[in-house]
T-cell receptor, first 114, second 112 residues
Framework: EAGVAQSPRYKIIEKRQSVAFWCNPI?????LYWYQQILGQGPKLLIQ????????DSQLPKDRFSAERLKGVDSTLKIQPAKLEDSAVYLC????????????FGPGTRLTVL | GDSVTQMEGPVTLSEEAFLTINCTYT??????LFWYVQYPGEGLQLLLK?????DKGSNKGFEATYRKETTSFHLEKGSVQVSDSAVYFC???????????FGTGTSLTVIP
């Protein structure tokens, strides 16, 4: 079974630029998560989708971050404009559905904002 | 609010030593508890979980028991191997909400 795919693996941009990350979850997984992991910290949930609907985006900085999952499969996370403090690893995870189901994580995208 | 606190690393052990990584939590309800592991260069993967008090999760020789009275979920292994070198994350999710809360991670290095 293929795992969660993410691209790109690495991205370096200057502040005030825009960037987008892509995630393709495991086939059949209804729930998709985006996390931000700052160096030395644990992952912080940014947004959770159930199929193509948003379940929780309470920790998403909506003035600059946006995410979509239009067809209920793959998803994109965008930052516009980026700030220095956005430097982090962005993790995508998927699960079959319920909260206690195992989450399967992708390898992450490491973003550096200069 | 909900949170997870785990012991700070890094932890360095000799092969076959006993491992304990402490994890305590704060939750308003009745959370499910997890340990995730991140091997070098790989994504996080679930190591074990427990969904109610007194449950014991176990996998690959690792164990953790959900202790409601001490709000703890300490990870243990009787004899570590070099291949256990990784970063370990404790996490919780409330059964009435959507948020997952992760600890800061504990880096373990096992030397031969």
């Amino acid at each position: 079974e293929a795992g969660v795919a993410q691209s790109p693996r690495y991205k370096i941009i200057e502040k005030r630029q825009s960037v987008a990350f892509w995630c393709n979850p495991i086939s059949g997984h209804a729930t998709l998560y985006w996390y931000q992991q700052i160096l030395g910290q644990g992952p912080k949930l940014l947004i959770q989708f159930q199929n193509n609907g948003v379940v929780d985006d309470s920790q998403l900085p909506k003035d600059r971050f946006s995410a979509e999952r239009l067809k209920g499969v793959d998803s994109t996370l965008k930052i516009q404009p980026a700030k220095l403090e956005d430097s982090a690893v962005y993790l995508c995870a998927s699960s079959l559905g319920t909260r206690t189901n195992e989450q399967f994580f992708g390898p992450g995208t490491r973003l550096t904002v200069l | 609010g909900d949170s997870v606190t785990q012991m700070e690393g890094p932890v360095t052990l000799s092969e076959e030593a006993f491992l304990t990584i402490n994890c305590t939590y704060t939750a308003t309800g009745y959370p499910s508890l997890f340990w995730y592991v991140q091997y070098p260069g790989e994504g996080l993967q679930l190591l074990l979980k427990a969904t109610k008090a007194d449950d014991k999760g176990s996998n690959k020789g690792f164990e953790a028991t959900y202790r409601k009275e001490t709000t703890s979920f300490h990870l243990e292994k009787g004899s570590v191997q070099v291949s256990d070198s990784a970063v370990y994350f404790c996490a919780l999710t409330e059964n009435t909400g959507n948020q997952f809360y992760f600890g800061t991670g504990t880096s373990l290095t096992v030397i031969p």
